[in-house]
């Protein structure tokens, strides 16, 4: 099973990159809006969406389609395939690309699902299943998921900093993706860590360059990581996942970090 992925998963590699950080005019998303309670939902017949969504994948010729469900626009409805969305009519018969918007309050409707699906599919990790680098004695404030290569130049830098974002109350849950792809350096790298003893000394010796000689033998979830970042659509790193779900491609300081977080506790519905 794992040599058929690789294919798939080299193509994505291919487009992915180590990232720099994200300017401060494009780090908050068409969701960020006022933080109004969202426009209420019309209901809608159970049978009539499981209906909807069988036609709708039968028209887009076998593409999967994981759940049709109603939106604020009377007799439009949305589709998701993975964190992919459309809009349709409930006769399937005209579709929308692109993400709802609610123009009253400058939220995009669209955004706030898929960031639920995608904190979904990111916590189907343990803590087990991830290297945690979380505050000393006191409970985090925040958890932010962080796809990470071990040989990206900005991962490393977001490593040096670990203990300041511990300081900030943040924890810093590591998850796999060598970006090169699997059965490379990189990924043998991020195999002999999680194989280590000690995971966290073995992830920071091997993030300050000077390499972690240890054995790849173990059983590991690295595949599975590179799995999930390609379900992510992730294209580099450091790919850090906020608690809601917002996706923040590239490095962020501590600082940054920080205040990304904070707007996020300020946008949440009161």
């Given at each position: 099973?794992q040599?058929?992925?690789?294919?798939?998963?080299?193509?994505v590699?291919a487009?992915?990159?180590?990232?720099?950080p994200l300017?401060?005019?494009?780090k908050?998303?068409?969701?960020?809006g006022?933080?109004?309670?969202?426009?209420?939902v019309?209901?809608?017949?159970?049978?009539?969406?499981?209906?909807?969504?069988?036609?709708?994948?039968?028209r887009?010729k076998g593409?999967?389609?994981?759940?049709?469900?109603?939106?604020?626009?009377?007799?439009?409805?949305?589709?998701?395939?993975?964190?992919?969305?459309?809009?349709?009519?409930?006769?399937?018969?005209?579709?929308?690309?692109?993400d709802?918007?609610?123009?009253?309050?400058?939220?995009?409707?669209?955004?706030?699902?898929?960031?639920?699906?995608?904190?979904?599919?990111?916590?189907?990790?343990?803590?087990?299943?991830?290297?945690?680098?979380?505050?000393e004695?006191?409970?985090?404030?925040?958890?932010?998921?962080?796809?990470?290569?071990?040989?990206?130049?900005?991962?490393r830098?977001?490593?040096?900093?670990?203990?300041?974002?511990?300081?900030d109350?943040?924890?810093?849950?590591?998850?796999?993706?060598?970006?090169?792809?699997?059965?490379?350096?990189?990924y043998?790298?991020?195999?002999?860590?999680?194989?280590?003893?000690?995971?966290?000394?073995?992830?920071?010796?091997?993030?300050?360059?000077?390499?972690?000689?240890g054995?790849?033998?173990?059983?590991?979830?690295?595949?599975?990581?590179?799995?999930?970042?390609?379900?992510?659509?992730?294209?580099?790193?450091?790919?850090?996942?906020?608690?809601?779900?917002?996706?923040?491609?590239?490095?962020?300081?501590?600082?940054?970090l920080?205040?990304?977080?904070?707007?996020?506790?300020?946008?949440?519905?009161?």
């Amino acid at each position: 099973m794992q040599k058929l992925l690789i294919p798939m998963l080299l193509a994505v590699m291919a487009l992915a990159g180590c990232a720099p950080p994200l300017e401060e005019g494009a780090k908050t998303s068409a969701s960020t809006g006022t933080g109004a309670t969202p426009t209420s939902v019309q209901p809608a017949d159970p049978n009539d969406m499981e209906a909807l969504r069988q036609l709708v994948s039968a028209r887009l010729k076998g593409t999967p389609v994981d759940a049709v469900r109603p939106t604020p626009l009377p007799g439009i409805y949305e589709v998701q395939s993975g964190l992919n969305f459309g809009y349709v009519t409930l006769d399937g018969r005209y579709l929308i690309e692109g993400d709802l918007n609610d123009m009253t309050t400058g939220r995009s409707l669209t955004e706030d699902t898929r960031r639920t699906a995608r904190m979904a599919l990111v916590n189907q990790f343990s803590d087990d299943q991830s290297i945690v680098y979380a505050p000393e004695g006191v409970p985090a404030k925040y958890t932010v998921t962080v796809f990470t290569d071990i040989d990206c130049g900005y991962c490393r830098k977001l490593h040096q900093h670990i203990a300041e974002y511990n300081a900030d109350g943040i924890a810093v849950r590591y998850l796999f993706f060598p970006r090169s792809g699997p059965d490379t350096p990189s990924y043998f790298k991020a195999e002999k860590v999680w194989c280590a003893a000690d995971r966290k000394a073995a992830l920071t010796q091997a993030k300050l360059g000077s390499g972690y000689e240890g054995d790849a033998g173990c059983q590991n979830p690295v595949m599975d990581h590179l799995k999930l970042a390609s379900q992510l659509g992730l294209r580099g790193t450091p790919a850090i996942v906020l608690p809601d779900g917002q996706l923040i491609p590239g490095y962020q300081t501590p600082d940054e970090l920080l205040k990304a977080l904070a707007r996020q506790d300020a946008s949440r519905p009161s």
